[in-house]
């Protein structure tokens, strides 16, 4: 009943936030995509946007689609796998931000494995900063991490961009801490950091700069295990990704006075490279199942196409 490149254009939409990020991430033409949502809004009978000039939001009927859209793509990968007279095989060098430790992932490549038993995926978890770098030297095939939407003034990049990236999804960094933390007046910012290279603790350290907002390092930490640690002891205030903050903590008020550190976005990266056999079908099953690895279901960050 439902065509599956409706139903992609569709999900991409849902994702992205927008008709031109999703044309982008599918390499069709706005105009495509927008035709493909329109018939999948006729074959349903209902409205599954709520548009206008600066956003896309899925409707209640759009929400209920999202879960059937996954169920059927999923079950149709799995049904061409199946039959293809070529099953995927290979290895797959896989990197991924710990920003997804607790989110859906997990369970997204558990179902991967099960569907390409002739794959043999190889996972590393760390820093986006240090994937990149194991990307660029070969040694990883596929990234998923977050990248800045600008350069901050210090020289230090937003993350890498390569024209085959695929955005999964956009978001705001926002400043975090414990449920009870509270700042002390008049004393600099205690912040709660990765070491270098780190794009969080570069955003952090030049947005407080340009405020001129004093600010003094309470805490280094290399694992995602340590800085929550940290944040709950009450230690200091984390720049994180709004939609996947760990339990315990919280986005800071605004009367706190910190200042706004801007827009993140979570990219599936091949670097210089193209995305081909066990590499492509697991950037397909990430980008099927994108909106899963947003723990908390918030709303997605960004404007309309």
């Given at each position: 009943m439902f065509d599956p490149v409706q139903l992609r254009s569709f999900l991409a939409v849902a994702q992205t936030?927008?008709?031109?990020?999703?044309?982008?991430?599918?390499?069709?033409?706005?105009?495509?995509?927008?035709?493909?949502?329109?018939?999948?809004?006729?074959?349903?009978?209902?409205?599954?946007?709520?548009r206008d000039t600066h956003t896309v939001q899925?409707?209640?009927?759009?929400?209920?689609?999202?879960?059937?859209?996954?169920?059927?793509?999923?079950?149709h990968g799995q049904a061409a796998a199946y039959f293809a007279d070529t099953p995927v095989r290979g290895r797959v060098r896989f990197g991924a931000s710990e920003d997804f430790v607790l989110t859906e992932l997990p369970q997204l490549l558990r179902t991967f494995r099960r569907g390409h038993p002739e794959v043999d995926l190889e996972l590393t978890v760390g820093r986006s900063a240090l994937?990149?770098?194991?990307?660029?030297?070969?040694?990883?095939?596929?990234?998923?991490?977050?990248r800045l939407l600008d350069r901050p003034a210090d020289g230090t990049g937003p993350g890498p961009?390569?024209?085959?990236?695929?955005?999964?999804?956009?978001?705001?960094?926002v400043w975090i801490g414990a449920e009870d933390y509270r700042p002390e007046p008049g004393r600099p910012v205690p912040l709660i950091v990765y070491p270098p290279p780190s794009l969080t603790r570069s955003r952090a350290l030049d947005t407080l700069d340009r405020a001129g907002r004093p600010w003094h390092?309470?805490?280094?930490?290399?694992?995602?295990?340590?800085?929550?640690?940290?944040?709950?002891?009450?230690?200091?205030?984390?720049?994180?990704?709004?939609c996947m903050i760990p339990p315990g903590l919280r986005v800071l008020p605004p009367q706190f006075g910190l200042p706004d550190l801007g827009a993140t976005e979570f990219v599936l990266s091949t670097g210089r490279t193209t995305a081909r056999g066990p590499a492509a079908a697991l950037a397909d099953a990430i980008l099927a199942g994108g909106d899963h690895l947003q723990r908390l279901g918030g709303p997605l960050w960004g404007g309309g196409g």
């Open positions: 936030g927008g008709f031109t990020r999703a044309a982008q991430r599918l390499g069709l033409r706005q105009s495509t995509v927008s035709q493909h949502v329109r018939r999948l809004e006729e074959a349903t009978g209902r409205r599954l946007f709520h899925l409707t209640a009927e759009g929400e209920a689609m999202l879960g059937f859209a996954r169920s059927i793509l999923a079950a994937l990149y770098e194991q990307l660029a030297d070969s040694r990883l095939d596929l990234v998923l991490g977050k961009g390569y024209p085959a990236d695929r955005l999964v999804w956009r978001d705001r960094l390092i309470a805490c280094t930490s290399a694992s995602l295990s340590g800085v929550r640690a940290a944040a709950l002891a009450g230690l200091g205030v984390v720049a994180h990704a709004q």
